[in-house]
């Protein structure tokens, strides 16, 4: 099979004074192209602002938690601005060194109208997605922190990517989204309030983060993910420290 080459661009969401993150960032993402992206900082925002996104009734949004949806939303626009796929990436993201093969790999396993590809997803939660077109998988994770270590070996592990039908997913390290996908995902998620999320084996959760309500979008939209994924995130990292839950 004939693999077409993909060029995406890649943003990458960073606070402007994170540089700590950024020069991780670099150090371990020098193989591939990017640029940055200034985050919104939710702790900046007025409260005009913050009600434009977050419904009046709506409860538990940091203020961090609303600069990233922000960020995210900001970076939606910027898509449809272009009228092409863009990748974006938050700054704890690392990458397999064969990125770029295997990005190509699996955005010529999409149909034509596909929304959006999730390539990394939270391993301290739950992703469910579709084995066949009447059964439904979740995957449930260990959990296990990682180090230095551990991410230069996933780096240069061998992996065979695929994608599936996503149902439901935590976490936006990194995605790929099309301009139809960012207007949905814009109609569905915003303004941004408490609905209910039901997590098998779990129970149902309110949403309070951007992740939570792209999670409960999904069902709207022609979303994939790659469940062997060849990014991840530093959510489990040791001594990880979250910029959203302040």
């Known amino acids: 099979m004939y693999i077409y080459i993909i060029y995406m661009d890649i943003f990458v969401i960073s606070l402007k004074d994170s540089l700590d993150r950024k020069k991780s960032f670099d150090k371990l993402n020098s193989h591939i192209n990017y640029q940055y992206f200034d985050a919104i900082n939710g702790k900046k925002l007025s409260f005009k602002k913050i009600k434009k996104i977050v419904n009046k009734n709506a409860k538990g949004y940091s203020k961090s938690a609303i600069g990233c949806a922000m960020s995210h939303l900001s970076l939606w626009n910027k898509c449809i601005e272009l009228n092409k796929p863009i990748i974006i990436m938050e700054d704890d ?14 955005m010529n396993m999409l149909p034509e109208n596909w929304h959006i590809l999730q390539l990394c997803y939270n391993c301290d939660s739950i992703l469910g997605f579709s084995n066949t077109n009447f059964e439904n998988a979740f995957t449930f994770f260990s959990k296990n922190k990682f180090n ?99």
């Open 93 to 106: 993201a690392f990458v397999s060194n064969d990125f770029r093969t295997h990005r190509d790999t699996v």
């Open 148 to 246: 230095d270590k551990d991410i230069n070996d996933f780096q240069k592990s061998k992996i065979n990517p695929t994608i599936a039908k996503l149902n439901m997913s935590f976490g936006i390290g990194c995605y790929a989204i099309t301009p139809s996908g960012a207007k949905i995902l814009k109609q569905k998620c915003f303004p941004m309030d408490n609905r209910l999320i039901s997590i098998p084996l779990v129970g149902q959760i309110k949403s309070y983060t951007i992740d939570c309500m792209m999670s409960d979008s999904y069902k709207h939209l022609n979303a994939y993910v790659c469940p062997i994924p060849f990014v991840m995130t530093k959510h489990l990292y040791i001594n990880y420290k979250s910029t959203i839950t302040e």
